[in-house]
T-cell receptor, first 111, second 112 residues
C-alpha cells in the first residue's frame, strides 16, 4: 500500500525566515509526486515532480525530488504571512487512479 | 469554467439518516475521487473512479457508496450516517494523462 509521511506536522516561523518541508514516500511503480497548498479551503496545486534532481521553482517556492532516497523537499524563502497554510504532499503510483496524501505540514508565519 | 462543483456546502444529519453528496465536473476528466479530511489530517481516499461504470475502494470506504453512470457525475452516498463520518469531504478530478487533481470547494458534514 502506498504511503506518504510528511514532517514536521506543524511549524511556526517569523516573516523572512526560510523553511524546509519534508515528504518521504513508499509507492509501487512511482509516477509522480505533487505538492499542494491548502488555505482553509480546497487544496491548490503547487508542483509536480517526476525526475530526480530537477528543481521546480515558482517565485519564493522551490521543490526537488530524490527518487533514490524516496523523498522530496519544499523550500519557501523569505516567508510571508500569506504563506500560512497546510502543505500537502501526494504520490501517484502503479494505480494511476489513486493519489495518496500525507497528513500535511501546517505552516504558521507570524509577522 | 465551473471546474468541480460539489453540493451541498454544509449539511447536518442525525445518526442513521442517509444522504448523497453531489459532485459534477465539466472538464471531461476520466478520473474522479472522493476524499475526507479530518482536523489535523491530510486527505484520505474513500472511493475513486477511472471512468464511467468503473469504481473502486480507497483507504476508508466503509459506510459509503458511489456510482459513476456518466463521465461528469460522481455522487457519494452515506447509507446510515454515524458521528464518525463528521468531516469535510472533497471531490476531485483529473485527466487520465495528467496527475494534477482539481478539487471541488468541499462539503462540511456534521452527524449528530
Amino acid at each position: 500500500e502506498d504511503k506518504v509521511v510528511q514532517s514536521p506536522l506543524s511549524l511556526v516561523v517569523h516573516e523572512g525566515d526560510t523553511v524546509t518541508l519534508n515528504c518521504s514516500y513508499e509507492v509501487t511503480n512511482f509516477r509522480s509526486l505533487l505538492w499542494y497548498k491548502q488555505e482553509k479551503k480546497a487544496p491548490t496545486f503547487l508542483f509536480m515532480l517526476t525526475s530526480s534532481g530537477i528543481e521546480k521553482k515558482s517565485g519564493r517556492l522551490s521543490s526537488i525530488l530524490d527518487k533514490k532516497e524516496l523523498f522530496s523537499i519544499l523550500n519557501i524563502t523569505a516567508t510571508q504571512t500569506g504563506d500560512s497554510a497546510v502543505y500537502l504532499c501526494a504520490v501517484v503510483g502503479a494505480n494511476a487512479g489513486k493519489s495518496t496524501f500525507g497528513d500535511g505540514t501546517t505552516l504558521t508565519v507570524k509577522p | 469554467n465551473a471546474g468541480v462543483t460539489q453540493t451541498p456546502k454544509f449539511q447536518v444529519l442525525k445518526t442513521g439518516q442517509s444522504m448523497t453528496l453531489q459532485c459534477a465536473q465539466d472538464m471531461n476528466h476520466e478520473y474522479m475521487s472522493w476524499y475526507r479530511q479530518d482536523p489535523g489530517m491530510g486527505l484520505r481516499l474513500i472511493h475513486y473512479s477511472v471512468g464511467a461504470g468503473i469504481t473502486d475502494q480507497g483507504e476508508v470506504p466503509n459506510g459509503y457508496n458511489v456510482s459513476r453512470s456518466t463521465t461528469e457525475d460522481f455522487p457519494l452516498r452515506l447509507l446510515s450516517a454515524a458521528p464518525s463520518q463528521t468531516s469535510v469531504y472533497f471531490c476531485a478530478s483529473r485527466d487520465s494523462g495528467a496527475n494534477v487533481l482539481t478539487f471541488g470547494a468541499g462539503s462540511r458534514l456534521t452527524v449528530l
